[in-house]
Structure formats: C-alpha cells, structure tokens
C-alpha cells in the first residue's frame, strides 16, 4: 500500500509530464528556418517564458508582492539568510569538487558559523565578518571540468537552463537540505516560502527588466549564459561577450585556474 501523500503523488506526475511536453515541443521547434546555434529550442522556449510569466503575474508575484507589503524587512532577511545557509552546504560541496579549496573553506566557515552563532543562519554573521559567499551548484562544477553547456532552454516553471545545468538538476536537488525534510507537507512548504522569498527580492528587477528590455526572452537568454559562463570561468560578466557562444573550460583534464587577484 502506498503511505505517500495523494498531492505528492500528483505533483511528481504532473512534473514528468511538464517536462515530457516540454521535450517534446523542443524537439519539435527545431524544425525548418534558421537556427541559433545557442538556441535552436526557441519556439519552445519562448512558449514556455510565456507560461511562466503567466504563473508568475497570476500566483507568485502577486504572493511576492503581498509577503514584502506585510512581513516586517527583519522577517524577511532572516527568512532570506536561513536559506542561504541551507545552500552553503551544497556550494561547500561544488567548490571542493572543482578543486577552489579557498572558496571551499570559506563556505565551510560561513556554514558553521551562521548555523551555531546565527541562530540556524537566521542572522548572517558571517558576513559581518567578512567571509564570503561563493554560490556553486553541480552544473558549475561540470562546466568547470569541461562539460560543454548545450543548448538553451528555458524550463517550464523553473525557468533559464541549459542543457548540462538541466541535467545537473536532480544532483542539486541530492544536495538540497529542503529536500529531505519530513513530513512532506512540510518540505513542500519551505519550497513554497523560498520560492515567494527569492521573487520578493527580485520584485524591481522585473520592473526595470520590463521597461528596459526591447526583447526580454533575448534579453533573458543572453543574461543567463553570460552570467553562466562568468560563474564558470571567475570572469567579470562585463567581460563576457553577450554574442558569443558559451564558452567552456577547454580541457576537461583540469580546470581553469582562477584569474590573479
């Protein structure tokens, strides 16, 4: 008999065939005109900035909007830091394994010192004193060793991957502390609350990305892998070529040495 939660059960099938559909459609968007090299999924990926702009006007923004309006700035940034200590662990992780041992360390003291000193990372004090957070994931530490990043894609609900971070999502999610939280309903909460957290900081950046962006979907497109590709490389984005293909480490036999500082 299965114990499990009829809502997490629908949600896993529902997800599968979110993503079924979306490959689907990729596939069948790469089909006649001209193509972009970086991005021969468009017609897809358009459709699913679409769908996503539509979740997010009809459910997380308005959330978002209503959670910054009403929940003390305190509230907030605690919330904010708890969850970025959760993912110092993971960075810790991705750091060691792309051979950054400073960035490691660094990480590992920030994890330590905000979970016994910041009351479970409620309070970052590591930041206070001036230990940085260097934000890795397994999709960095494959690009770092080599891992060409693939296409394009914009991912329906989850938004700008490629097709190596895509595939980099179910480690992530290994190394995700929320995902092993039990009860179910529970984990499904903090997902919830992070996610609300995440787009109620990002709240302005829509309404500049909104008035500035001639064609947001390229606009989004070009961001994502220049920033990509800076993370992967330690360059200054301003440094990345917007028009050029991304990049990847040339060798996967070691990866590149972080520039002089």
């Not at 490959?23 to 069948?28: C, H, K």
């Not at 997380?60 to 830091?81: C, I, W």
């Not at 394994?97 to 016994?116: I, P």
């Amino acid at each position: 008999m299965n114990n499990k939660p009829l809502h997490t059960n629908a949600l896993r099938r529902l997800t599968s065939w979110v993503f079924a559909a979306g490959l689907l459609l990729a596939l069948g968007g790469c089909a006649g005109g001209p193509v972009n090299p970086r991005d021969p999924f468009e017609p897809f990926n358009r459709k699913a900035l679409q769908f996503n702009e539509g979740v997010d006007s009809v459910v997380l923004k308005p959330v978002a909007t209503v959670y910054r309006q009403q929940v003390p700035a305190l509230v907030r940034t605690g919330v904010s830091n708890f969850f970025g200590n959760m993912s110092d662990g993971w960075s810790f992780v991705n750091s060691a394994l792309q051979f950054k041992f400073g960035n490691a360390a660094e990480n590992f003291m920030r994890l330590n010192v905000n979970t016994f000193l910041g009351l479970g990372g409620i309070l970052d004090i590591a930041s206070d004193l001036n230990i940085e957070r260097h934000r890795e994931d397994f999709g960095q530490t494959l690009g770092r060793w080599g891992v060409p990043a693939g296409p394009y894609i914009m991912l329906p609900l989850l938004g700008p991957s490629t097709l190596r971070d895509a595939l980099s999502l179910t480690v992530d999610r290994r190394g995700d502390p929320v995902h092993y939280v039990s009860p179910t309903h529970d984990r499904y909460e903090l997902y919830g609350l992070r996610a609300v957290d995440k787009r109620s900081n990002s709240l302005r950046v829509g309404t500049v990305l909104e008035e500035a962006a001639l064609d947001k979907y390229t606009f989004i497109r070009d961001s994502y892998l220049q920033k990509r590709r800076a993370e992967i490389t330690e360059k200054d984005p301003a440094d990345t070529p917007a028009d050029s293909a991304p990049a990847e480490p040339a060798s996967p036999a070691a990866p590149v040495a972080p520039p002089a500082r």
